[in-house]
């Protein structure tokens, strides 16, 4: 399964500071924690687009959770909180 483009993660860079910051310190709920990992990993103003399963066993997940977070993203408009 490729990345699906019709759910793109584009994160502006106020985002992506406060997932970074999240991601580093440790005094987030896993389940915050590796949502930000996943978005981080997403971004496709960052980095050249993975493939979700490259994603998925980078951040230790299965390929649905990484579906399920760029779908959510998406539906909430972009909001990364």
Known sequence: MSRSKSRPVALGADERDLLV?????????????RRARILLELD??????????MIAQRVG???DTVV???????EQGGDVE
């Not at 910051?21 to 924690?33: D, I, Y």
């Not at 399920?68 to 998406?74: F, I, L």
């Open 21 to 33: 910051r999240l991601v580093r310190t440790g005094s987030h709920p896993a389940q915050e924690v």
């Open 44 to 53: 496709e103003n960052h980095a050249p687009p993975d493939t979700q399963e």
């Open 68 to 74: 399920k977070v760029a779908r959510v993203y998406v």
């Open 61 to 63: 997940v299965c390929v």
